[in-house]
């Protein structure tokens, strides 16, 4: 204790009042740090002594060329842990993304959280026939312009396949509708590997050319490894064309527990994260550096209806857990949080939503995808995207902590 303003006082007391004029951020932990190198020491040695299927040629040659030993025959690639190592050294800790003014919008890293829509939805809901359908060119269009007038989401995304173009361009149909309808910037995928080179051309057309595009990235492209350890010749080609062009690649690892995963909660964020280091490592070798973001939409799966209810509590475990894991490597992370498996617009569905919303938030995860959704991520609905700007906006303010 010391004299100060003729009290005596703890210099704990000192401390501790400073530390209560710090804004004070809440925050879940899931592992204990010895679990997270754990976890991470596993997946190594299962990229080390199982390896990856990798089915792109291109991929297999970068990996043949930086030290991977490959078994040409079975394309199994089993990849040493120094170069796992250096490719998640190479990868930024920090990314931007920018909308079509060229205003930063989006700062994934650290603990910053930001929501965007889920994508890639089959059907819409349609609360006037209460029945979920395949959407339309105007369904997509209603999408775009109602996610660009709601605060809560930072980006867009190409939350729905239009039904009505024939399938061969319906992932740039998407990629169209949504830049000609909202200035966000845009959470999006390929479905086949020749529409990359013109959803490349028409983001540079709005950024004004490739190389401002590469500056100030304004889209971010899933990419998916197929469960368990496995590339397949599209997203493997995502990955390097993403890494090569400068477009923010998404990794979306998806373990189901019991089916294509270990059965228990960590052995499916150990499966996550060896499939995800194998992407960062194809990823950084065409272009050390280029951003990339460690994320997924795993489920701890329903063996007796055959289901993946992404509004369990043991998904939303996986998926918090996953993210720190993401965050020990040092990479931005995302997840497919704050969505329902419900039918409909109901109890079910905005107890679901808020539940992962809130886990998602105070989990620290960067980029969160997911609002709107229903029925196992298969449908989007406008009125739960409205109601969702509400939840999303209240956990925003929930980790914004207090002052």
Known sequence: AKIADGRIVGTGWISGRAELEKKMNPRITWWTEKARKRIVD??????????????????????DGAGARIDRKSRQVRIPAGLVEKAVESAPSKISLYNRRGEEVMDLGGDRVHFNPGSAALRIYD???KRARTPVTADLVKFATLIDALPGYAAQSTGLIAGDVPREIQDRYRLFIALQHSAKPVVTGTFLVDAFK????????????AEKLREKPMAIFDCCPSPPLKWSDLTAQALIDCARTGIVAELISMPLTGATSPVTLAGAVVQHCAE???????HQLPMPGAPIIYGGSPACFDMRKGTTPMGAVETMMIDGSYAEIGKHLGL???AYMALSDSKTVDYQAGMETAMGAVIAALSGINNISGPGMLDFESCQSLEKLVLDNDVCRMALRLVEGIE
Not at 42 to 62: P, Q, S, W, Y
Not at 276 to 282: A, E, H, R
């Open 276 to 282: 995800s280091l194998s992407g960062v490592v194809i």
């Open 332 to 334: 931005p992370v995302q």
């Open 127 to 129: 609360p006037k026939e």
């Open 198 to 209: 013109p959803m490349h051309e028409m983001l540079s057309a709005v950024a004004g050319d």
């Open 42 to 63: 596993d997946a190594k040695r299962i990229l080390e002594e199982i390896g990856v299927f990798v089915e792109n040629d291109e991929a297999l040659k970068l990996l």
